[in-house]
């Protein structure tokens, strides 16, 4: 009787490489941007489907994988947890560079959080003139369950004093979430909101390069 030859190791991980981008569409890298302690860490913890950490613990940058389904089709979300502070511009801009939408972060109890918006708006357009695109950007005020605690507002040229949504919105043509961390406000739309804003062409464009899902953690979730 001939014994069929088993598959080497390295054929395995070919198939299953192959199996995985079959299945899935194309990776959409995400960088989620803001000051220290806005709650950036805690958003995407949401996202992901873990657990809410009172305590804040600074970041440097970690990875994060999201598995969900849009528009009956199975997405991989690469979410980039930049660091708030000022320390590694270089690593932030890398990370701006290599995604493919961003998500904007301040918080109410943190005025400050606010203003510096303009600066990494004014380093998003920066990294994508290098590179001749835009990306989709989506603005989330955190922590609006504080109490005694209100939106920014602002007077325009005209004198008309506008809301920070109207503001944000009209300023940068970007969407303007209100959010809680604590109280999961509104955290599941925001991809699919992002999701909507990128072309179809990239939304739906099939995978052909390797995953690299060793240096993330993986959760899975429909949206």
Same mark, same amino acid.
């Given at each position: 009787m001939l014994r069929k030859?088993?598959? &080497?190791?390295?054929?395995?991980?070919?198939?299953?490489?192959?199996?995985?981008?079959?299945?899935?569409?194309?990776?959409?890298?995400?960088a989620v941007l803001g000051d220290s302690g806005v709650g950036k860490s &805690?958003?995407?913890r949401h996202i992901v489907g873990e657990a809410f950490i009172h305590e804040h613990v600074p970041t440097v940058e970690e990875f994060y994988v999201k598995q969900m389904t849009y528009r009956n089709k199975t997405c991989e979300i690469h979410i980039i947890d930049t660091s708030g502070t000022y320390e590694f511009p270089a690593m932030r801009r890398i990370a701006i560079q290599k995604s493919d939408a961003a998500i904007l972060v301040y918080s109410l109890d943190k005025p400050g959080s606010f203003t510096k918006l303009e600066r990494l708006m004014d380093e998003i357009e920066s990294c994508c003139a290098d590179r001749n695109r835009r990306i989709p950007v989506i603005i989330v005020s955190?922590?609006?369950?504080?109490?005694?605690?209100?939106e920014p507002t602002f007077v325009t040229t005209s004198g008309e004093r506008?809301?920070?949504?109207?503001?944000?919105?009209?300023k940068w043509k970007c969407q303007w979430l209100?959010?809680?961390?604590?109280?999961n406000l509104n955290i599941d739309v925001i991809l699919p909101k992002l999701l909507d804003k990128l072309s179809p062409e990239k939304t739906f464009q099939r995978n052909n390069s390797h995953i690299w899902k060793r240096r993330f953690r993986s959760r899975s979730d429909k949206s």
């Open positions: 030859k088993a598959k &080497s190791t390295s054929g395995v991980f070919e198939e299953a490489d192959k199996f995985r981008r079959a299945i899935y569409l194309n990776t959409i890298t995400v &805690s958003i995407i955190n922590k609006t369950d504080l109490p005694n605690l209100s506008v809301s920070a949504c109207d503001h944000l919105e009209g209100p959010s809680s961390a604590r109280f």
